[in-house]
């Protein structure tokens, strides 16, 4: 293909709406002479259903932040004299028709490695390679350590994280990230229809996002939001020195870095993240909670590689693991649908796993130590498929991302990466440990307001004068429990 108007590209933005440390659009600025930024809503994503369980594919809080965050990118895209393609379709034939109708010689993206996007990344290249176009991926885009950088091959990657670890953290560098290209290279000149974003009704047809002042901070969208949360959470506050002491808190904004739902959409880079934080470690102070942040975007690291080694054998009901696990792989889970639903809707009867469900409908967040509670409730004390809640996680989170969220759950599952085959929780213990005076639960379970901290975890053990004093009544007002307190 030949264009009379010099080399012309599309940089076909996913999971990286970003401008700083965007390797596609350097890639693509040192090779064109025109770029044609481009945002694709995917219709079988925003208006499909998860594979097994048939929840929505992309929950509200998730899509409303898609949103926001595309809008973002184009105010920052105009800002620097180009603009940003706006398309609702399937990405194949959306891309099929730009290439045809601009004659565009490349597409540049960033190169995603779960079946679901690999498969619209083989759409997109077959039909673009018809008209004489390419497509160039490139890997390592949403990971501190880049694949080309690791001690060993992916497919070699050991499946313990302690092991990764010890071979990664202190003994290889983390690339810096890359300066956004200045200035941006035209956009298309006869070009006139750039489209509009769609509204969370249009695109979804969900229900519009209403704010909770319950929820632990309102998540908006974009990457000028993900840098200013980054700024907030280390100069501003220097919450930053304090994470590892605060990390497990599970009320309010600053006790962890909530930087999940920017990282997820690609709003900020992990490495962003990192040179930030090394150079607060420079100028304030370095300590064991600036190293954790380190050390939590390792993890990170590793989950989306067992994504990457283990294919598809991460979404299995028996799991990724070899040898360990092997009893819960062969587990006939029992089949509750009322259980579940009581489950999804936060209203099981016991209090911590409760309040952490409705915590999550209501914002589409949950602190880590929520969701590690929940998750082992299901699998251990419920005896619930654990695909079942990995998939709800998948529709609700406004942070999903698909390695992390399946790995996780498999891990707490047994059927992971863990060394152990049985990760289980005792709810009280963590309740005693991580929310003693209960303020957490009555914070999003007001019908424990009156009841007493003694019991407020476990309000099945008033009596019936006792549940008279704190104006609940089993049964009436407040769930009767699925599990009992005192298994515990």
């Keep these: ?240 020195a304090s994470y590892f002491e605060t990390r497990n808190g599970m009320i309010g904004p600053d006790f962890s870095t909530k930087f999940a739902p920017w990282l997820a959409q690609g709003c900020i880079s992990p490495r962003t993240i990192y040179s930030e934080l090394t150079k607060y470690e420079t100028q304030r102070t370095k300590n064991k909670s600036t190293y954790w942040i380190a050390f939590e975007l390792l993890t990170r690291d590793f989950f989306k590689y067992m994504g990457r080694k283990h294919g598809n054998r991460i979404f299995l009901r028996e799991g990724y693991a070899n040898g360990s696990g092997s009893g819960v792989a062969r587990k006939v889970w029992k089949k509750n649908p009322r259980n579940f639903q009581r489950w999804m809707d936060g209203t099981t009867g016991t209090p911590l796993v409760d309040a952490n469900m409705r915590e999550l409908n209501c914002s589409g967040f949950m602190s880590n130590r929520g969701r590690q509670n929940v998750a082992s409730f299901l699998i251990h004390d419920l005896e619930i498929n654990w695909k079942m809640g990995a998939e709800y996680f998948e529709s609700v989170l406004i942070d999903y991302d698909v390695a992390v969220n399946w790995c996780n759950w498999a891990y707490l599952a047994g059927v992971g990466s863990d060394p152990r085959p049985n990760r289980y929780f005792n709810i009280l213990t963590q309740a005693a440990k991580y929310d003693p005076d209960g303020s957490y639960v009555k914070h999003w379970l007001n019908e424990l307001d009156a009841v007493p901290n003694s019991h407020v975890h476990r309000p099945d053990t008033l009596s019936r004068e006792e549940q008279r004093h704190a104006n609940i009544t089993l049964g009436v007002n407040f769930p009767i429990p699925i599990v009992p307190s005192r298994k515990w």
């Design 1 to 240: 293909m030949t264009s009379s108007e010099g080399k012309r590209a599309i940089v076909w933005f996913r999971e990286d709406l970003r401008l700083l440390d965007n390797p596609s659009l350097v890639k693509a600025s040192r090779s064109s002479d025109e770029i044609l930024p481009v945002y694709i809503f995917n219709e079988d994503v925003f208006r499909g259903r998860t594979r097994w369980y048939g929840f929505p594919k992309v929950g509200k809080f998730r899509a409303q932040f898609i949103i926001e965050s595309v809008t973002n990118l184009r105010e920052n895209l105009r800002k620097r004299g180009s603009d940003l393609v706006i398309r609702v379709g399937s990405p194949d034939k959306v891309m099929a028709e730009l290439v045809r109708q601009y004659q565009v010689q490349r597409v540049f993206c960033m190169k995603q490695h779960t079946q679901e996007e690999v498969n619209v990344e083989s759409a997109v290249a077959s039909c673009i390679q018809t008209l004489g176009s390419t497509l160039e991926m490139t890997s390592g885009v949403d990971f501190l350590y880049e694949e080309n950088d690791l001690p060993f091959p992916v497919e070699k990657i050991p499946d313990v994280f302690t092991s990764f670890r010890n071979a990664v953290e202190k003994k290889f560098l983390i690339r810096h990230p890359l300066n956004i290209p200045e200035p941006l290279k035209p956009t298309f000149a006869s070009l006139t229809n750039f489209g509009e974003i769609p509204s969370l009704v249009d695109l979804t047809g969900l229900d519009p996002v209403q704010f909770d002042e319950r929820s632990a901070l309102e998540f908006i969208g974009g990457e000028d939001h993900g840098l200013e949360r980054i700024r907030h959470y280390f100069w501003d506050t220097d919450a930053v």
